[in-house]
């Protein structure tokens, strides 16, 4: 069994890699989709074992809707097979599901389904915040972040923590990212919330990946030694 991380952290993950794994099995985008949603689970699962305390996946981007209409709408429909199958269990288990980013294309079944998630699982004492990005780019939530502040109208000055309350994403700095599929970049996920983030690239496709190569991530995280800046 791997080792135990001690102490919660707050991890983000991009999931990469589906398309190419499905390509590889000469199976649809869709099936790699559906694959990539046995890895979410696997990896919450794991994600609760080792006390985490906020998890952050990144599901869809804003530049995702350049997809094929065939995929956005296959994704669409696992979406919400998944929230049917699963949310009961993962409520039982602790976990609270958030969604965040602009999914209102994903039509209204879908938005239902994600509004029943949250509030199903708003319980008091989480074991997990589970969030989901869907639908989401760094760069336009920082930029509607400015536009709001603007529209206040408010005079009291603006600091990098209160920053964080005008963004869209309910998340603050993530301790650790994780991106499967090989590349190395960050593809405009949680740019603010990234300053400091410790980054792992893995070269493992997302529906490859498992709990016991995120369980090697997270004690490569707690054997790394963050300085911040200082000279310690
Ligand atoms: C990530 O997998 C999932 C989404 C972006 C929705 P991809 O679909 O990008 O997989 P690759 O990169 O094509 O293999
Ligand atoms: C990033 O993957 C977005 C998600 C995993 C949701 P992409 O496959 O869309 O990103 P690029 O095209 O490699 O930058
Ligand atoms: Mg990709």
């Known amino acids: ?7 919660p952290i707050h991890v983000g993950i991009i999931m990469d890699g589906n398309g190419r794994w499905a390509r590889s099995k000469k199976l649809s985008t869709t099936s790699g989709h559906e694959a990539g949603i046995k890895t979410v689970r696997l990896i919450v699962e794991e994600s609760i074992r080792h006390s985490i305390a906020s998890l952050t996946l990144y599901a869809f981007s804003t530049e995702n809707w350049q997809r094929p209409k065939s995929e956005i ?27 965040f980013g602009q999914y209102k294309k994903f039509g209204s079944h879908a938005l239902k389904m994600i509004k029943f998630a949250e509030d199903d699982t708003n319980i008091k004492k989480p074991k997990l915040i589970l969030n989901i990005a869907l639908g989401y780019g760094g760069r336009s939530d920082i930029v509607s972040a400015v536009n709001k502040i603007i529209n ?4 009291k000055k603006i600091t990098e923590s209160s920053f964080f309350s005008y963004l869209d994403a309910p998340v603050r700095e993530l301790d650790l990212m994780i991106r499967t599929g090989g590349d190395k ?5 949680l740019l603010y919330q990234l300053a400091y983030t410790e980054l ?3 070269e ?29």
């Open 1 to 7: 069994m791997p080792k135990i991380v001690p102490k």
């Open 73 to 99: 709408l296959g994704i669409g429909k696992l979406l919400i097979q998944a929230i049917k199958d699963q949310v009961p269990e993962l409520k039982e288990e602790g976990v609270k599901i958030n969604f």
């Open 152 to 155: 206040s109208k408010q005079t």
């Open 185 to 189: 970049r960050i593809s405009n996920f």
């Open 200 to 202: 792992l690239f893995v």
């Open 204 to 232: 493992t496709l997302w529906p490859n990946f498992s709990q016991t190569e995120y369980a090697s991530c997270l004690n490569k995280f707690i054997r790394t030694k963050r300085s911040f800046g200082k000279r310690i």
